[in-house]
Antibody, heavy 120, light 102 residues
Framework: QVQLQESGPGLVKPSETLSLTCNVS??????????WTWIRQPPGKGLEWIGY???????DYNPSLESRVSLSLDTSKNQFSLKMTSVTASDTAVYYC?????????????WGQGILVTVS | VLMQSPVTLALSPGETAVLSCKTR???????FAWYQQKPGQAPRLLIF???MRATGVPDRFSGSASVTDFTLTINRVEPEDFAVYYC??????FGPGTKVEI
């Protein structure tokens, strides 16, 4: 069973860089395929796709965030990471990592529990 | 851009819920999904490839697609089905959500 767990600081200062890591168990992310995804949800609002990394090194980002976001994969640790620069209060959200299943049309069939990041 | 309707759907247990998601242009139905989210929880995948139920999802949930119109139907709504439902295309863009409430 695939399990994901987000980790990182819960408080980030404005203008600094938000860094989160998603630890994956139950599957090897180095096997390729699948979409390793970050999604966020501001308090009381809907879901916003941030981006995903797939086939180890290919990335795709939400155009509205692309200039500030980068994703990476560490196959040796079986984890993937998100970096978001120049954060503001509007980046305050619960951040989720998820696995998008290639065989399932990229639908996210496994999610982490989420981590609340406050920019203040 | 995905457009979901209604914004809120008020139902009684046992009734049928019909949720709509419309796209502005053609979407390959293989890349369309529905999720359920309850307060304080991560979203849960319900339907992928427009009409396939994810593992463990009861058969009262069903999905259908017609070019730019996608529908999630919940037959005989149970108390645990009251939640927010999101549609998604290409494993990326989400709709704004429909809240199903009592």
């Amino acid at each position: 069973q695939v399990q994901l767990q987000e980790s990182g600081p819960g408080l980030v200062k404005p203008s600094e860089t938000l860094s989160l890591t998603c630890n994956v168990s139950g599957v090897s992310i180095g096997d390729g395929g699948d979409y390793w995804t970050w999604i966020r949800q501001p308090p009381g609002k809907g879901l916003e796709w941030i981006g995903y990394i797939y086939y180890i090194r290919h990335t795709d980002y939400n155009p509205s965030l692309e200039s500030r976001v980068s994703l990476s994969l560490d196959t040796s640790k079986n984890q993937f990471s998100l970096k978001m620069t120049s954060v503001t209060a509007s980046d305050t959200a619960v951040y989720y990592c998820a696995r998008g299943l290639v065989g399932g049309g990229a639908a996210d069939d496994a999610w982490g529990q989420g981590i609340l990041v406050t920019v203040s | 851009v995905l457009m979901q309707s209604p914004v809120t759907l008020a139902l009684s247990p046992g009734e049928t819920a019909v949720l709509s998601c419309k796209t502005r242009q053609y979407v390959n139905s293989n890349y369309f999904a529905w999720y359920q989210q309850k307060p304080g929880q991560a979203p849960r995948l319900l339907i992928f490839r427009s009409s396939m139920r994810a593992t463990g999802v009861p058969d009262r949930f069903s999905g259908s697609a017609s070019v730019t119109d996608f529908t999630l139907t919940i037959n005989r709504v149970e108390p645990e089905d009251f939640a927010v439902y999101y549609c998604q295309q290409f494993g990326r863009d989400f709709g704004p959500g429909t809240k199903v409430e009592i």
